[in-house]
């Protein structure tokens, strides 16, 4: 079993339409959370981090749900520059690296 | 501005030949990741470096090596480069004790084609 997991999609939504996705984590003892947008052939950047609480940063949505063991993240009003891979991301709390999901391919269309 | 720098961003080697794909950072980080990304997969980790000529396994080391001599550079060295490893070769480093995804950065990453 690995150790994120993520629905690949793609999930293909028309521009203004709001989205939404999970990761599933199977290590109980993962500390910290965080979504990445990675664009085609680039680079991962980190888009925000995953807060107990909930959080957002303008039109993203980001929560956790310890006791099912997923993450979600929520983009309102999709904009095309918004079609991406948005990867999931897993850190232990003693350990050194971070676990990957596969990631979840949005495309927004005109 | 933070900067990951990766030399080579598409190379095509043959079956059998030595690769080296080299990473240089400039922020002064204590830590160096290789990763490689394949579709489906995700980013598995190589090899990732602590401190200057320390080095540990990550989750997929067979058929790598990697060199650490200056703290700003890590090389990732594939002996006898065979078509399986064909994929995308990301390089990261970090300042903190742990990889964290707040301080982790990425290069732009290496594509690499073995025929």
């Known amino acids: 079993r690995k150790e994120v997991e993520q629905d690949p999609g793609p999930f293909n939504v028309p521009e203004g339409a709001t989205v939404a996705f999970n990761c599933t984590y199977s290590n109980s003892a993962s500390q910290s959370f965080f979504w990445y947008r990675q664009d085609c052939r680039k680079e991962p950047k980190l888009l925000m981090s995953?807060?107990?609480s909930g959080n957002e940063d303008g039109r993203f949505t980001a929560q956790l749900n310890r006791a099912s063991q997923y993450i979600s993240l929520l983009i309102r009003d999709s904009k095309l520059s918004d079609s991406a891979t948005y990867l999931c991301v897993v850190a232990f709390s003693n350990d050194y690296k971070l676990s990957f999901g596969a990631g979840t391919t949005v495309t927004v269309r005109a | 501005d933070v900067k990951v720098t990766q030399s080579s961003r598409y190379l095509v080697k043959r079956t059998g030949e030595k690769v080296f794909l080299e990473c240089v950072q400039d922020m002064d980080h204590e830590n160096m990741f290789w990763y490689r990304q394949d579709p489906g997969l995700g980013l598995r980790l190589i090899y990732f470096s602590y401190d200057v000529k320390m080095k540990e396994k990550g989750d997929i080391p067979e058929g790598y090596s990697v060199s650490r001599e200056k703290k700003e550079r890590f090389s990732l060295i594939l002996e006898s480069a065979s078509t399986n490893q064909t994929s995308m070769y990301l390089c990261?480093?970090?300042?903190?004790?742990?990889?964290?995804?707040?301080?982790?950065?990425f290069g732009e990453g290496s594509w690499l084609t073995v025929v």
């Open positions: 990261a480093s970090s300042p903190a004790d742990r990889a964290d995804g707040n301080t982790i950065y």
């Open positions: 995953v807060y107990s």
